[in-house]
């Protein structure tokens, strides 16, 4: 099993940027999808953003499409998320996550490893 351990997550204006990251240990990095949820007060956790074990395929929330982008670098076992033109809404907890599978699914129920996330909170 792999271990996952975000950080980057902080409190900025609406408008400023982030850049989460997601270190993996083990050897099981670079064979999976990845993914970033996130986790208002009180709402279910949601699929954010999701990255092939190759980068070849990527998928986006739509409410994210344009402002947020991810990327992996296998060699470093990393995955990143970088944040711009952030909203209020934006606010949350933002997990990472190693799917069972090589296909990106936004179903939280389909990863089998997780991070213990990191805090965003963007102030209007």
């Known amino acids: 099993q792999v271990q996952l351990v975000e950080s980057g997550g902080g409190l900025v204006q609406a408008g400023g940027s982030l850049r989460l990251s997601c270190a993996a240990s083990g050897r099981s990095f670079s064979s999976y999808a990845m993914a970033w949820f996130r986790q208002a007060p009180g709402k279910e956790r949601e699929f954010v953003a999701g990255?092939?074990?190759?980068?070849?395929?990527?998928y986006y929330t739509n409410s994210v499409k344009g402002r947020f982008t991810i990327s992996r670098d296998n060699a470093k076992n990393t995955m990143y998320l970088q944040m711009s033109s952030l909203k209020p809404e934006d606010t949350a907890i933002y997990y990472c996550?190693?799917?069972?599978?090589?296909?990106?699914?936004?179903?939280?129920?389909?990863?089998?490893?997780w991070g213990q996330g990191t805090q965003v909170t963007v102030s209007s």
């Open positions: 990255i092939s074990w190759t980068a070849g395929n990527i």
């Open positions: 996550a190693r799917a069972q599978v090589m296909a990106i699914l936004t179903a939280p129920g389909f990863y089998d490893s």
